[in-house]
């Protein structure tokens, strides 16, 4: 089987910096596209970032110049690197893969709409 683990959320200032780090683990063979999305308390989940496997990035608006998304396909790893933090930035992100090709013992396989956890990223004021 496969699964995401999200690390690097906590508490920081505004104007503070972030990484986080998401990484596949399981015999993974690809992934496709993968994101970072957040979710606000009493709000809908949004996207924050995403990046394709040849590295096509695409952003919020609310992010743009702010956020950074890069990716390790050696590593299996996706990065959210978050500058200037806002107290708005507060939310639980989450990583996303949608598709994971994987092998089993005898072939490989598919899982789709994969989700990490979720990290804590709380901006102070």
């Known amino acids: 089987q496969v699964q995401l683990v999200e690390s690097g959320g906590g508490l920081v200032q505004d104007g503070w910096s972030l990484r986080l780090s998401c990484s596949a683990s399981?015999?993974?063979?690809?992934?496709?596209?993968m994101g970072w999305y957040r979710q606000a308390p009493g709000k809908q989940r949004e996207l924050v970032a995403a990046?394709?496997?040849?590295?096509?990035?695409n952003y919020a608006d609310s992010v743009k110049g702010r956020f950074t998304i890069s990716r390790d396909n050696a590593k299996n790893t996706v990065y959210l690197q978050m500058n200037s933090l806002k107290p708005e930035d507060t939310a639980v992100y989450y990583c996303n893969a949608d598709r994971i090709t994987y092998y089993t013992w005898a072939y490989t396989r598919q899982k789709t709409d994969v989700w990490g956890q979720g990290t804590q990223v709380t901006v102070s004021s």
């Open positions: 399981g015999a993974i063979f690809s992934i496709n596209s």
């Open positions: 990046i394709t496997s040849g590295g096509s990035t």
